[in-house]
């Protein structure tokens, strides 16, 4: 009984440095942000306490919904497509040997380092309406040259694209890893039986690759909610209020409008959307469960 | 530890600890000693390119001149937002510099989050200044409800750009150089239908994928049309919709008759015009060492920049001011001392101005501006005639560059500037997101 208590109490004087740092550093400000969202605060500054007033502003602003439109829409045109286009390379990848493979995977993931300054002003001029290289594509296609940063309905899918090229190294590496560690066996024990290419991919590759797919899945979801910095760069001067994503309207409320306890608000909206997406996946991935 | 061995160490310790603090006494006062003698002066500015080269410049030249007295640490730091937001957050914590650049079309803003001190009339004095130093319009822009918060440095407006070799050979010039037969709106098309007919591929490259940037030019016309955006809780009332809708048609037509290419970003429309495939380009004075470095390596034809042509009414050139203001550090007010050498910082600056205008800016020191070295300045000298002619922003906080009004504007006008929504439409959205301020 002694040591038992002995045990709690080290365990809690164990457990004590992390409970006060994120108690510090997470719980103390996610309840001052609430606290903020229920003032006119400025961004510098008390505000007055003005109750549900930001939240009923919320409901009715326009802009507030199409960021919550447009970041869905952004998170629906990157999330699968890049998670399967990243298999479909890991898969390619993985059939090259030794230096090749070395090659073309750095190849893949050459985009993943750059800073999304350096991506901004690459994508700018590829597709720049004057001297972009993209436009020898474009014009064929849509019969004319075209400022895919400016006309609404090019927006997001090409910031979409570019995304994709610049992320999915990473999603690469990680189906890479994954394909390596499925025994070469399962696959002559299938060909022996006659298994054509698709069976071995879907009776093999794909349940085996699985859990990979959904850590990707994951964590491309985790990171593209909070898309900011593309959308920032590519729509600025331009029609920002119809190309607004939700933590772009957090920062341009609070650091461009003044306005600290509006954009409290629209960040607790933001919070209570990933908390329900959050528990959302978690209920899918548990009715695939732990095979 | 073994309970026997903390004797010892504990006075090992002290003895150790004496010493340190002994020598951290030493240091302190050597830095002391130095501190009087010399002032430090920490300098934030906001001036990439070509004109924070030659701040850099004039900063080690000032640094030279007061190698015993004032020494300025300077950074520069993230141009627009970034910027102010970092001023206003350092102030309200007491962690801003001692001066720092400032736009005057901000100041409204910064006054209302308490970020900036005041300058009084002793401060002034005590520079050798006035409100005459200044240009009126200049004076009064960093001014709020009666008192002065910043010191003019430079106006920058935005000037016509021209290709003087086309210009001439289609006849444009007149007999002292200069473009002529510019002003009025048939006037200005039928001069870029000619250029395009003698075989320029555009008349005109203005920056219009960005209606934020493209403000600066309607917003000049909206003046020349004695037009005003209003201010708080009265934007565009009366017949100024309708001015404005009018200057944004200028730029669409432009557009829709094919003088100007539909669409294009600012570094494009820069390099249309310094390729030679635009003959025109309105732009800011700060483009002026673009030109002038190219020209020096022999990859630019002849240039010359001027004041807007009038479109309509009368002359009329959006402005802005770079300026010098003072942090209000909460908390941590300036010693005097420390004061003194900040007022003798801006004071030098504003002095040495003329070497600043090579950057294409015109020195807001009137003084400077009549030197003759300055009146030699070309094309500098040529453009500084807009000077009786400048509007500033209107003085709200939701005005100056990289505000909720120029966001407004880049919302509204680059899809009318592109002929997908009518000017009309464009200016009634304009005035619903400035209304919806608050």
Same mark, same amino acid.
């Given at each position: 009984?002694?040591?038992?208590?002995?045990?709690?109490?080290?365990?809690?004087?164990?457990?004590?440095?992390?409970?006060?740092?994120? *108690?510090?550093?997470?719980?103390?400000?996610? =309840?001052?942000?609430?606290?903020?969202?229920?003032?006119?605060?400025?961004?510098?500054?008390?505000?007055?306490?003005?109750?549900?007033?930001?939240?009923?502003?919320?409901? #009715?602003?326009?802009?507030?919904?199409?960021?919550?439109?447009?970041?869905?829409?952004?998170?629906?045109?990157?999330?699968?497509?890049?998670? &399967?286009?990243?298999?479909?390379?890991?898969?390619?990848? *993985?059939?090259?040997?030794?230096?090749?493979?070395?090659?073309?995977?750095?190849?893949?993931?050459?985009?993943?380092?750059?800073?999304?300054?350096?991506?901004?002003?690459?994508?700018?001029?590829?597709?720049?309406?004057?001297?972009?290289?993209? #436009?020898?594509?474009? /014009?064929?296609?849509?019969?004319?040259?075209?400022?895919?940063?400016?006309?609404?309905?090019?927006?997001?899918?090409?910031?979409?694209?570019?995304?994709?090229?610049?992320?999915?190294?990473?999603?690469?590496? @990680?189906?890479?890893?994954?394909?390596?560690?499925?025994?070469?066996?399962?696959?002559?024990?299938? $060909?022996?039986?006659?298994?054509?290419?698709?069976?071995?991919?879907?009776?093999?590759?794909?349940?085996?690759?699985?859990?990979?797919?959904?850590?990707?899945?994951?964590?491309?979801?985790? @990171?593209?909610?909070?898309?900011?910095?593309?959308?920032?760069?590519?729509?600025?001067?331009?029609?920002?209020?119809?190309?607004?994503?939700?933590?772009?309207?957090?920062?341009?409320?609070?650091?461009?409008?003044?306005?600290?306890?509006?954009?409290?608000?629209?960040?607790?909206?933001?919070?209570?959307?990933?908390?329900?997406?959050?528990?959302?996946?978690?209920?899918? @991935?548990?009715?695939?469960?732990?095979? | 530890?073994?309970?026997?061995?903390?004797?010892? =160490?504990?006075?090992?310790?002290?003895?150790?600890?004496?010493?340190?603090?002994?020598?951290?006494?030493?240091? %302190?006062?050597?830095?002391? $000693?130095?501190?009087?003698?010399?002032?430090?002066?920490?300098?934030?500015?906001?001036?990439?390119?070509?004109?924070?080269?030659?701040?850099?410049?004039?900063?080690?030249?000032?640094?030279?001149?007061?190698?015993?007295?004032? /020494?300025?640490?300077?950074?520069?730091?993230?141009?627009?937002?970034?910027?102010?937001?970092?001023?206003?957050?350092?102030?309200?914590?007491?962690?801003?510099?001692?001066? !720092?650049?400032?736009?005057? *079309?901000?100041?409204?803003?910064?006054?209302?989050?308490?970020?900036?001190?005041?300058?009084?009339?002793?401060?002034?004095?005590?520079?050798?200044?006035?409100?005459?130093?200044? &240009?009126?319009?200049?004076?009064?822009? =960093?001014?709020?409800?009666?008192?002065?918060?910043?010191?003019?440095?430079?106006?920058?407006?935005?000037?016509?750009?021209?290709?003087?070799?086309?210009?001439?050979?289609?006849?444009?010039?007149? %007999?002292?150089?200069?473009?002529?037969?510019?002003?009025?709106?048939?006037?200005?098309?039928?001069?870029? %239908?000619?250029?395009?007919?003698?075989?320029?591929?555009?008349?005109?490259?203005?920056?219009?994928?960005?209606?934020?940037?493209?403000?600066?030019?309607?917003? $000049?016309?909206?003046?020349?049309?004695?037009?005003?955006?209003?201010?708080?809780?009265?934007?565009?009332?009366?017949?100024?919709?309708?001015?404005?809708?009018?200057?944004?048609?200028?730029?669409?037509?432009?557009?829709?008759?094919?003088?100007?290419?539909?669409?294009? /970003?600012?570094?494009?429309?820069?390099?249309?015009?310094?390729?030679?495939?635009?003959?025109?380009?309105?732009?800011?004075?700060?483009?002026?060492?673009?030109?002038?470095?190219?020209?020096?390596?022999?990859?630019?034809?002849?240039?010359?920049?001027?004041? @807007?042509?009038?479109?309509?009414?009368?002359?009329?050139?959006?402005?802005?001011?770079?300026?010098?203001?003072?942090?209000?550090?909460?908390?941590?007010?300036?010693?005097?001392?420390?004061?003194?050498?900040?007022? /003798?910082?801006?004071?030098?600056?504003?002095?040495?101005?003329?070497?600043?205008?090579?950057?294409?800016?015109?020195?807001?020191?009137?003084?400077?501006?009549?030197?003759?070295?300055?009146?030699?300045?070309?094309?500098?000298?040529?453009? &500084?005639?807009?000077?009786?002619?400048?509007?500033?922003?209107?003085?709200?906080?939701?005005?100056?560059? %990289?505000?909720?009004?120029?966001?407004? &504007?880049?919302?509204?006008?680059?899809?009318? !500037?592109?002929?997908?929504? *009518?000017?009309?439409?464009?200016?009634?959205?304009?005035?619903?997101?400035?209304?919806?301020?608050?």
């Amino acid at each position: 009984m002694n040591s038992l208590r002995n045990q709690t109490l080290v365990a809690a004087v164990l457990v004590a440095p992390f409970v006060a740092i994120y *108690s510090w550093m997470f719980l103390w400000p996610t =309840v001052q942000m609430v606290q903020l969202s229920l003032t006119d605060a400025p961004l510098i500054g008390e505000g007055k306490y003005i109750g549900l007033a930001n939240y009923e502003r919320l409901i #009715q602003d326009k802009t507030f919904g199409k960021a919550i439109w447009n970041t869905a829409y952004f998170v629906l045109l990157t999330v699968i497509p890049g998670t &399967a286009a990243a298999l479909a390379i890991a898969l390619m990848v *993985s059939r090259l040997k030794g230096w090749l493979q070395s090659l073309v995977l750095s190849a893949f993931f050459l985009p993943f380092v750059l800073p999304v300054t350096v991506v901004y002003l690459l994508w700018q001029w590829m597709f720049d309406i004057q001297f972009g290289i993209m #436009q020898a594509v474009l /014009e064929p296609i849509y019969g004319q040259t075209v400022n895919v940063w400016r006309r609404l309905p090019f927006f997001m899918p090409t910031v979409a694209l570019l995304t994709i090229w610049w992320t999915n190294g990473f999603s690469i590496l @990680l189906f890479l890893a994954g394909l390596r560690n499925i025994p070469k066996e399962l696959y002559e024990a299938a $060909s022996l039986d006659g298994a054509t290419r698709w069976q071995a991919f879907s009776r093999i590759t794909w349940p085996l690759i699985w859990p990979v797919t959904v850590l990707c899945l994951t964590i491309q979801l985790i @990171l593209q909610l909070k898309i900011f910095d593309q959308v920032y760069l590519f729509a600025s001067g331009g029609r920002t209020q119809s190309t607004m994503v939700l933590v772009q309207y957090i920062f341009d409320q609070a650091f461009v409008h003044n306005d600290g306890g509006y954009a409290a608000a629209i960040a607790v909206a933001l919070f209570v959307i990933v908390v329900a997406f959050s528990v959302f996946q978690y209920q899918i @991935l548990r009715i695939r469960g732990p095979k | 530890m073994a309970r026997g061995q903390t004797g010892p =160490v504990t006075q090992g310790g002290t003895a150790m600890m004496k010493n340190l603090l002994g020598a951290a006494g030493l240091m %302190a006062l050597l830095a002391a $000693s130095a501190a009087q003698a010399k002032e430090t002066v920490v300098w934030w500015d906001f001036l990439g390119g070509g004109d924070g080269a030659r701040m850099k410049t004039l900063l080690e030249e000032f640094n030279a001149e007061h190698a015993d007295s004032i /020494e300025i640490q300077a950074t520069t730091l993230d141009w627009g937002v970034p910027f102010y937001t970092k001023v206003q957050t350092s102030a309200a914590v007491g962690e801003g510099p001692d001066v !720092m650049t400032y736009h005057a *079309s901000r100041l409204p803003l910064a006054v209302s989050q308490s970020t900036l001190s005041e300058l009084t009339p002793d401060d002034m004095a005590v520079m050798g200044m006035t409100p005459d130093t200044f &240009a009126p319009a200049t004076w009064d822009a =960093v001014n709020v409800d009666g008192k002065q918060y910043a010191v003019p440095f430079d106006t920058h407006p935005i000037v016509l750009y021209y290709n003087k070799d086309k210009l001439e050979a289609a006849g444009l010039l007149g %007999a002292d150089g200069l473009p002529t037969g510019l002003n009025g709106i048939d006037n200005f098309s039928a001069a870029m %239908a000619k250029m395009q007919e003698g075989g320029t591929k555009w008349g005109m490259a203005i920056t219009t994928a960005d209606g934020g940037f493209a403000f600066r030019t309607i917003y $000049s016309y909206l003046c020349q049309q004695n037009g005003s955006i209003g201010n708080d809780g009265a934007w565009l009332v009366d017949d100024n919709a309708e001015k404005l809708a009018n200057s944004v048609q200028v730029i669409a037509d432009w557009v829709s008759n094919g003088y100007a290419p539909s669409y294009t /970003e600012y570094p494009a429309a820069v390099a249309l015009f310094t390729s030679g495939e635009a003959a025109f380009m309105i732009n800011g004075v700060w483009e002026v060492p673009t030109m002038v470095d190219l020209e020096k390596n022999g990859k630019l034809f002849n240039w010359g920049a001027i004041e @807007l042509p009038v479109m309509f009414d009368k002359p009329c050139t959006y402005a802005d001011s770079h300026a010098f203001a003072i942090p209000n550090n909460a908390g941590k007010p300036a010693t005097p001392e420390k004061h003194a050498a900040v007022l /003798e910082v801006i004071k030098w600056m504003s002095e040495h101005s003329l070497f600043w205008a090579s950057a294409g800016h015109i020195p807001a020191n009137k003084s400077v501006q009549e030197l003759p070295e300055y009146l030699a300045m070309q094309p500098q000298a040529t453009y &500084a005639t807009l000077i009786p002619n400048q509007v500033f922003d209107p003085k709200s906080v939701f005005a100056g560059v %990289a505000s909720p009004l120029f966001d407004a &504007a880049g919302n509204a006008f680059t899809a009318a !500037m592109n002929g997908e929504v *009518s000017p009309t439409d464009a200016v009634a959205e304009m005035k619903a997101s400035l209304d919806a301020l608050q």
